[in-house]
Structures are given as structure tokens and as C-alpha cells.
């Protein structure tokens, strides 16, 4: 189901919004839904405290790690090793 959203802007706003939807070869109306979705893309999705609270988690704890060049090295090595 589609829903009508109303807003009131002053006329020189809806004259710069009509050039740069012309100039994208759309109507202002798609032009307005697609500058929404791209700002709703940009709002985190989900409670941002809980994602902060998983990455506060994760630094408290300790991983297995190495020097870079060991890893790759160890990486190149499975691979060859499982060619064969």
C-alpha cells in the first residue's frame, strides 16, 4: 500500500530540487524517493548501544594472532598443500 507524503518547501528549494531531478531525467516525485531511501540507507540499522556493547565485548578478549607476513605465509601454505 502507498502513502502520501505532503511537505511544504519554499519555492526557490523546489525550483533547485525540479532542476536537479530534470537534469537526472526524472520527476521530482522519484527524484525526492530515491534522496529518502539514500538517507535511510545512511541511518544505522538496529540499537546502536547494543552494537557498541558487542564491540566493547569483543575488545575486552584476547585472539590468536601473528605477524601478517606468518599468516599469509601459513595461508599459501594450505593452499599448496591441499593441491596436491
Do not use: C, N
Not at 533547485?16 to 540499522?45: D, G, K, N, S, Y
Not at 557498541?52 to 599448496?80: C, F, G, H, K
Amino acid at each position: 500500500m502507498s502513502k502520501r507524503l505532503q511537505v511544504i518547501l519554499p519555492d526557490h528549494d523546489f525550483r533547485r530540487i525540479q532542476r536537479t531531478a530534470r537534469a537526472q531525467r526524472l520527476t521530482v516525485a522519484e527524484w525526492v524517493r530515491r534522496a529518502l531511501a539514500a538517507a535511510q540507507r545512511r541511518e544505522p540499522a538496529g540499537d546502536t548501544g547494543r552494537k557498541l556493547d558487542a564491540v566493547r565485548d569483543a575488545a575486552r578478549l584476547s585472539y590468536p594472532t601473528a605477524d601478517m607476513a606468518q599468516m599469509l605465509e601459513e595461508i599459501e601454505r594450505s593452499y599448496r598443500t591441499s593441491d596436491s
